[in-house]
């Protein structure tokens, strides 16, 4: 595996007269495959970014999910209207998806991907898509997304005194709350559901994420539990929403295994598309489309 991945070779693999380059940030990234705090506002200074925090307990599927984003994008199974446009971590999302190229052929692992562990323990790691709209306007998406360890969360639950380390998603452009949907319809469902209401209470009153972020609840595994939406599930969306903020909730299976009943991929992007079409509302009620440049190298600067 590579250390470093040289940004002529990311930006060269990836070029084809569909797509835009991919942004030249005029350095290499030291960190390695995933993207720091300091490549990230790189990117953020040269173009407006999507910041999306993805969060949820260990186990939770969200490594599953990221990588199923990236494999949808890459293999063209993105809805009709979209097409990928690049990673500058690339080998990232290789990494993790290694093994799922072939989901669709035979039976899935008990275990898809292995669990997250950071390079840095105290500092998030971001991963990079960018997607482009294929409509007249052809509108470049990037997104930066996180990928913690779901320890980050559990410890969050359990100690008001971590919050600091979430404090970067004060700049987020929206927040997945990743939730087993197989826990939601168990014995164990109420106490999942206590434990996710006290995980959005901290990230609201000890992280301070503002109410002009927008949230989904995406539940997860969904495929084994036959798409039912859990009782649980609208629960945890309402609390959002008495909280302040606007929420929704969306079923998903990042890789299914159920394939003939439900396919993967299903809610996926679907969680992405309703934060990237969301509109930042103001502290003063104003609503305006997330686009500003200077907004997007003030929000991770500052
Ligand atoms: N049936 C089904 N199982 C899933 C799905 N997504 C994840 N899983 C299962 O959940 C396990 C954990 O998924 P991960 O994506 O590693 O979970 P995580 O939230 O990243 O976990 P940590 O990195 O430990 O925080 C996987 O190994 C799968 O067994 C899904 O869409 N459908
Ligand atoms: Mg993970």
Redesign the pocket.
């Known amino acids: 595996m590579p250390a470093v991945v040289p940004q002529e070779e990311t930006t060269e693999s990836i070029r084809d007269d569909q797509t835009v380059p991919i942004i030249a940030v005029g350095r290499r990234f030291h960190q390695g495959i995933e993207l720091g705090a300091d490549d990230a506002v790189e990117i953020m200074c040269a173009r407006y970014t999507h910041l999306i925090g993805v969060l949820?307990s260990?186990?939770?599927?969200?490594?599953?999910?990221l990588s199923s984003l990236y494999l949808m994008a890459t293999d063209g199974m993105l809805p009709a209207s979209y097409q990928f446009a690049g990673s500058l971590t690339l080998q990232a999302f290789e990494d993790r998806a290694r093994g799922l190229r072939k989901w669709e052929k035979g039976a899935l692992p008990?275990?898809?991907?292995d669990?997250?562990v950071l390079a840095h323990p105290r500092q998030p790691s971001l991963l990079h898509l960018a997607i482009q709209e294929k409509t007249t306007n052809r509108r470049r998406v990037d997104l930066l997304l996180t990928d913690l360890?779901?320890e980050w969360t559990d410890n969050l639950v359990l100690r008001a005194a971590v919050a600091p380390s979430f404090e970067f998603l004060r700049r987020a452009d929206g927040i997945i709350i990743?939730v087993d949907g197989k826990l939601l319809v168990s014995d164990r469902q109420f106490v999942e559901v206590q434990r996710v209401r006290q995980f959005i209470e901290r990230l609201s009153t000890n992280v301070g994420i503002g109410r002009h972020v927008p949230f989904v609840l995406l539940v997860?595994?969904s495929?084994?539990i036959a798409m039912q939406m859990p009782a649980g599930a609208i629960e945890l969306k309402e609390y959002i929403e008495s909280l302040g903020y606007r929420a929704r909730v969306v079923s998903?299976?990042?890789?299914?295994?159920t394939p003939k009943e439900v396919k993967s991929g299903t809610g996926v992007f679907e969680a992405i598309e309703i934060l990237i079409n969301s509109k930042s509302i103001a502290q003063d009620g104003s609503i305006h489309p997330a686009t500003s440049p200077d907004r997007s190298f003030q929000r991770f600067k500052s």
Do not use: M, W
């Not at 008990?110 to 991907?113: F, G």
């Open positions: 949820g260990t186990d939770a599927g969200k490594t599953c999910l008990s275990q898809l991907v669990h997250t360890p779901g990743v997860s595994k495929d084994e998903a299976a990042a890789f299914s295994r």
